[in-house]
């Protein structure tokens, strides 16, 4: 097999000098010994180019642009030489995160894109570092197609369903919704954007007593949009009328506000009850059944693209790679395109 591993930081090569576990670099040699004895347990050759961000991370530490800045280099790589597959060791608080936002921004690379970390550092007694590693080394060599996975304890999950669910366990994470990728991808294709301008997007989760200027604050502060995590099938504490008041004028200036659901199971169904339906009036998209690191994640991938509006509602709603339960299908959206200026989306930064 020939592997790009990528080391961007987190617990796997951590250190304590006193003041607390914090990121180290020049792992490569530990990295080395590891892919050595898998080659003699598994009488099988492994090629790997080692590689470290320029800055290695705790993952707390992960904002937007490190997704980028590692699908960057993942993709530079594969076009760069041949490769059965790609390995980013990561730290575990944001992984799920991370992998949701490389499996949208690499959606079109052929090999497979795994992540993995642990738990407990290399080195120290009883390290899971060793044995995810292993494990994302086996999972290209037994499950060769392309897409992007966390693996990681003794599973493989979807990135676009993953998320982390135990701060201490080696089964640190679990994907608990289904995972139904389209049978075709869809094509979805955008006007040439030029200098489309990056703007933030961010996540909140209602909860009882929440008032309206606190989601008002988050939709000015994420002038790109905001995943609004509510109850149940999209339900939340209307405060009167001031909480649809503020969605409503949030998707007057542009913002978008994606409802998704606390709940492991189930879908949002804005329809269903009278908040629900109020939010969809006012504005309001429907995350359908995905996760919050997805809907995240999504979100931001089609902010950068430059979508708003009609064409953001529409591809939202889209299952562009498992992240959603196939849901209904969602009212088609043309937009007015010239065909000398409309291309398939292939991003490079």
């Known amino acids: 097999?020939?592997?790009?591993?990528?080391?961007?930081?987190?617990?796997?090569?951590?250190?304590?000098?006193?003041?607390?576990?914090?990121?180290?670099?020049?792992?490569?040699?530990?990295?080395?010994?590891?892919?050595?004895?898998?080659?003699?347990?598994?009488?099988?050759?492994?090629?790997?180019?080692?590689?470290?961000?320029?800055?290695?991370?705790?993952?707390?530490?992960?904002?937007?642009?490190?997704?980028?800045?590692?699908?960057?280099?993942?993709?530079?790589?594969?076009?760069?030489?041949?490769?059965?597959g790609v390995i980013v060791i990561h730290g575990t608080d944001t992984m799920a995160y991370v992998g949701a936002r490389l499996a949208f921004e690499l959606r079109e690379i052929t090999v497979p894109l795994v992540l993995t970390g642990a738990q407990i550092p290399l080195g120290h007694p009883g390290s899971d570092a060793p044995s995810n590693l292993r494990l994302a080394l086996n999972s290209i060599a037994a499950e060769p197609g392309p897409g992007t996975f966390l693996a990681f304890g003794s599973g493989r999950h979807p990135a676009v369903r993953a998320s982390k669910r135990a701060g201490d366990d080696f089964e640190a994470f679990v994907a608990i919704r289904e995972f139904t990728p389209p049978p075709t991808p869809p094509d979805l294709r955008i006007r040439g954007l030029g200098n489309a301008v990056r703007r933030p997007v961010g996540l909140v989760t209602v909860f009882p007593g929440m008032h309206a200027a606190f989601l008002d604050v988050a939709t000015h502060h994420y002038s790109g949009g905001i995943v609004l995590e509510c109850y149940g099938s999209g339900t939340l504490p209307l405060q009167g009328c001031a909480t649809i008041e503020t969605v409503r004028q949030a998707t007057l200036r542009g913002t978008p506000v994606v409802v998704i659901t606390q709940c492991d199971s189930g879908s949002v169904d804005l329809g269903r009850y009278l908040p629900g339906r109020a939010m969809l009036d006012a504005g309001a998209i429907s995350g359908g059944d995905m996760t919050r690191e997805s809907a995240l994640a999504k979100l931001a991938y089609l902010v950068d693209l430059g979508l708003s509006g009609p064409p953001l509602r529409h591809w939202m709603s889209v299952n562009l790679l498992g992240e959603l339960s196939n849901p209904p299908a969602a009212p088609a959206f043309f937009a007015p395109v010239d065909d000398q200026d409309t291309h398939p989306i292939h991003r490079s930064r």
């Open 1 to 84: 097999m020939r592997i790009e591993l990528l080391y961007s930081g987190g617990t796997f090569g951590m250190v304590d000098q006193g003041a607390g576990l914090r990121p180290r670099s020049g792992i490569g040699g530990e990295i080395a010994d590891i892919v050595a004895r898998f080659e003699a347990d598994e009488e099988r050759s492994v090629e790997v180019r080692y590689a470290e961000l320029e800055d290695v991370i705790d993952s707390s530490d992960a904002d937007p642009a490190t997704a980028c800045r590692i699908a960057e280099h993942v993709r530079s790589s594969v076009e760069s030489a041949p490769l059965d």
